[in-house]
Antibody, heavy 120, light 108 residues
Framework: EVQLVQSGAEVKKPGESLKISCEAS????????IGWVRQMPGKGLEWMGI????????RYSPSFQGRVNISVDKSISTAFLQWSSLQASDIATYYC?????????????WGQGTLVTVSP | EIVLTQSPGTLSLSPGERATLSCRAS???????FAWYQQKPGQAPRLLIY???SRATGIPERFSGSGSGTDLTLTITRLEPEDFAVYYC?????????FGQGTKVEIK
């Protein structure tokens, strides 16, 4: 069974850095793209970017390019989403999800979400 | 970036009724690469339909997708109590893979 387990909720101050994680199991981690999706409070889904764990090839939405960094650690089958300086506008739930059919694909399995709160 | 517009914003229906949700793309989507997701409060989205009309594993037959090019439809033939949720369309034929803003199906 494919499982994506995300790290727990975070409360940070503006300007702080943050790295959240998504641990995959139940499939060959290096063979499937993993993406990150943002959902701001009460809002819809936003596609942030994807990474191929096999070679760390990464694609970002123009809306998120330069604002976040997506990475993986193959040795622990984990993907990461990172901010160097959080802003209040980063308050959201972030989901990781697997793409089963290459870089242009839907998401077939989702993590449970990580709530990020930014407050002075 | 392809923009997806879903309609209506909210659909008020009773259990047993038929739900028809629409999604329109700002330009034609490669190879009809469209998907539908269901999201309930406090939960992650769940894949319902991909490739316009293919049901994901475990999705009941009352859910069906249709359409092509720029217009997509999700139909729920007879609403069950567990179907009241928010539904999102997504196109994945062009990067970034954009989502619609969602349609909420609520109990009338």
């Amino acid at each position: 069974e494919v499982q994506l387990v995300q790290s727990g909720a975070e409360v940070k101050k503006p300007g702080e850095s943050l790295k959240i994680s998504c641990e995959a199991s139940g499939y060959k981690f290096t063979s499937y793209w993993i993406g990150w999706v943002r959902q701001m409070p009460g809002k819809g889904l936003e596609w942030m970017g994807i990474i191929f764990p096999g070679d760390s090839d990464t694609r970002y939405s123009p809306s998120f390019q330069g604002r976040v960094n997506i990475s993986v650690d193959k040795s622990i089958s984990t993907a990461f989403l990172q901010w160097s300086s959080l802003q209040a506008s980063d308050i959201a739930t972030y989901y990781c999800a697997r793409q089963p059919y290459g870089s242009g694909s839907f998401f077939d399995s989702w993590g449970q979400g990580t709530l990020v709160t930014v407050s002075p | 970036e392809i923009v997806l517009t879903q309609s209506p914003g909210t659909l008020s229906l009773s259990p047993g009724e038929r739900a028809t949700l629409s999604c329109r793309a700002s330009q034609s989507v490669t190879s009809n690469y469209f998907a539908w997701y269901q999201q309930k409060p406090g939960q992650a989205p769940r894949l319902l339909i991909y490739g316009v009309s293919s049901r994901a594993t475990g999705i009941p037959e009352r859910f069906s997708g249709s359409g092509s090019g720029t217009d997509l439809t999700l139909t729920i033939t007879r609403l069950e109590p567990e179907d009241f949720a928010v539904y999102y369309c997504q196109q994945y034929g062009s990067s970034p893979g954009t989502f619609g803003q969602g349609t909420k199906v609520e109990i009338k």
